[in-house]
């Protein structure tokens, strides 16, 4: 199987190096952001890649803007933030073809709609990945953990088994993506919504690591109970089938906060500290809205939403210190 990597962020990155290094499969690399492109392309087409900051390497990678690209990948897969996927999907239209799959993981919901435009149902997979990965900056990502830490999940949106989706999970497998399969799609997709809703927006509120949340004795049952029961009222009375009951998904983020990785800042966190717009409104805002189209209320992810919001614009008074900088000293 070929791929190519639509976005050469944190994940996109990851999932690329892993797919041409373990997997040994032929991976080429789509970046719209001109800033990131020209960076890695000064750096002789390399990327810098570390894990747990440290044995800094550089990567060599095949990287090309959407125009210039002219290759014929089996599958898709697209690591972008939603607010910058239709423009992409928009550059790239030319280049699609009938026998090519599109995969999306990205974070957030408002993406499966985006890709149907230029893809069959057929030819779609879902996922989510558990996998705590840093862009220090463009053209330099550092994996966090050790090698194989952290999971995924993939569902075809049809639900229906597929010869696509047995390659897939092979070559994802042997990249160290730990990755399983699932016949419930949206399922599938709102498992780590409903959990980015909870540890991606607070910790990103309060510029902390997923672990100093549990600082505060009642963030199960006070903070992570209420915006869950809010995000499964919404999604059954949508119709949505999930994959874990309520309370399993307060102990995930019990255990990832505690063990899994509690020093890890999420992607939003990572977004925000560097005067970028979140994707709060794909994430908590998304279920705010779904709750409010099926006649249920929703008003702590609605006020989560406001929250995040403020906080971005309260960074012209109050600059945010990133903590993921080579330099910070601090917890």
């Not at 255990?255 to 970028?276: E, W």
């Amino acid at each position: 199987m070929k791929y190519t990597v639509v976005g050469a962020g944190a994940m996109g990155l990851r999932y690329g190096i892993l797919l041409q290094e373990q997997a040994g499969v032929p991976v080429d690399f789509v970046e719209p952001t001109d800033a990131s492109l020209n960076k890695i392309r000064e750096q002789g087409n390399t990327v810098w890649q570390s894990r747990d900051h440290e044995d800094r390497h550089k990567v060599s990678v095949n990287i090309y803007s959407p125009e210039e690209y002219e290759g014929d990948p089996d599958v898709w897969i697209f690591f972008m933030k939603q607010m910058q996927l239709a423009d992409t999907l928009e550059r790239l239209a030319s280049k699609f073809k009938k026998h090519q799959t599109a995969l999306g993981a990205m974070n957030g919901m408002g993406h499966i709609e985006k890709l149907q435009k230029y893809f069959d149902d057929e030819h779609i997979i879902g996922g989510t990945a558990m996998i705590a990965t840093v862009l220090n900056d463009y053209g330099d990502v550092d994996f966090m953990g050790k090698p194989g830490a952290g999971s995924s999940v993939y569902a075809n949106l049809t639900e229906k088994p597929s010869e696509v989706m047995d390659a897939v999970q092979k070559d994802f497998q042997a990249a160290n993506l730990n990755p399983s399969y699932s016949d419930n799609f949206m399922g599938t997709l709102l498992t780590k919504v409903f959990f980015n809703a909870v540890e991606n927006s607070i910790a990103t509120m309060f510029q902390s690591r997923m672990g100093q949340l549990m600082a505060y004795d009642n963030f199960l049952e006070g903070i992570a109970r209420p915006l869950i029961d809010e995000a499964y009222d919404a999604a059954e009375a949508a119709g949505y089938r999930l994959n874990e009951t309520r309370d399993e998904m307060v102990q995930q983020v019990d255990y990832v906060s505690t063990v899994a990785n509690p020093l890890h800042f999420p992607s939003m966190y990572q977004d925000f500290v560097k005067g970028r717009p979140t994707e709060v409104d794909y994430i908590n805002g998304w279920i705010a809205d779904l709750a409010e189209k099926h006649g249920v209320a929703a008003p702590n992810q609605r006020l989560v939403t406001n929250f995040v919001h403020l906080a971005e614009a309260m960074r012209q008074f109050n600059p945010p210190i990133n903590k993921l900088a080579p330099d910070y000293k601090g917890a």
